[in-house]
């Protein structure tokens, strides 16, 4: 059986021999909507859309507000472009915004930006560029660094230059751990995307993960090894992120190893590893959440959940966990 370091030592190139997938139409168009899930974001959404409209690829931006009770609806409103659509959802939650988003777009890529977050100048051009170079490419995606409320940069993943991520099949490796992160910096093929149902509603935390991993299962994804995104941490998400605790994420573990669609792309006798790799990977990044927020004595608690699952993974968490008091 592969264990939780066995998946983390594998090297990035790796592939799984799986069998073939079924062929998936490549269009000829590379026409990219932009969907922005928005509620109670009036401080921010009007720049978020700015960012996605100066996108010269993007032929059309939907904002899909999600009961708001401030001016984020009027901010909208006012913006004159014949690309932008106002759409409501009724408090029915982020997932339900994008599906219902994704269900009237007619690009043949799909983006889905939060409503606080900015996109830097070129970075669908840079995915197009990429997925150019992946026709079998189901998702391509790059990289992001942190903002803060006023829009500077606090993050320094600028130091990763050069890093790689998965490209190909990458299933057993995004099994293990989500690599993507944001949504804002990966353009999903919108047939793909419908084909493998959206977003589960069911999910509160780490739905993008579970939605990943499907279109994993159906084809290929590409890296572009560039920072696309600026991702906006302010007082209304640092404090969401604060109060998470590791058992917040069990959920969608358990929905990823429980998803026909998924086991059945793993490699045989693969499952059991994975889902301990997925588990140090939430617990690490619930630890690397605290020591941001100040909460040490939690941060040393996740590590010894970390510990008690894997001793071996315990010294690459703790790295993690150090990096993260440098933004990185």
């Known amino acids: 059986m592969i264990t939780a370091e066995d998946v983390l030592d594998l090297p990035v190139s790796s592939r799984v021999a799986t069998p073939a997938r079924l062929p998936l139409p490549v269009g000829s168009t590379t026409s990219v909507s932009v969907v922005i899930p928005a509620k109670n974001v009036a401080a921010y959404v009007g720049e978020t859309i700015a960012s996605a409209l100066a996108q010269g690829e993007v032929i059309e931006v939907i904002v899909v507000d999600d009961g708001s009770t401030d001016n984020t609806i009027s901010i909208v409103r006012a913006i004159r472009d014949p690309r932008l659509r106002l759409m409501t959802n009724d408090s029915a939650g982020v997932s339900a915004a994008r599906n219902l988003g994704a269900r009237h777009a007619s690009g043949e890529w799909l983006l889905f930006l939060d409503a606080d977050d900015r996109m830097r100048p070129g970075a669908v051009a ?102 696309l995104l600026d991702y906006r941490l302010h007082t209304a998400n640092t404090m969401n992120a604060a109060i998470r605790t590791p058992q917040d994420f069990f959920p969608a573990i358990a929905r990823v190893f429980d998803d026909g669609l998924i086991l059945a792309r793993l490699p045989a006798g693969t499952a059991a590893g994975l889902r301990q790799a997925a588990e140090i990977h939430l617990v690490t990044y619930s630890a690397m959440q605290a020591v941001r927020f100040g909460r040490y004595r939690e941060a040393f608690t996740y590590l010894g959940m970390v510990g008690r699952r894997s001793f071996k993974s315990l010294p690459r968490s703790a790295l993690r966990v150090a990096l993260a008091c440098f933004g990185i």
């Open 126 to 227: 840079a995915l197009l560029a990429a997925a150019r170079g992946a026709p079998r490419a189901v998702l391509v995606y790059g990289d992001y660094n942190t903002i803060d409320s006023e829009g500077r940069q606090i993050g320094r993943r600028d130091l990763l230059k050069g890093r790689r991520k998965p490209s190909g099949d990458v299933l057993t490796r995004l099994a293990a751990r989500n690599f993507i992160v944001n949504g804002g910096i990966a353009l999903a093929r919108a047939e793909a995307f419908r084909a493998i149902g959206g977003f589960d509603t069911s999910l509160r935390y780490c739905e993008d993960w579970h939605c990943w991993c499907r279109l994993a299962a159906i084809g290929e994804f590409e890296f572009a090894s560039k920072l």
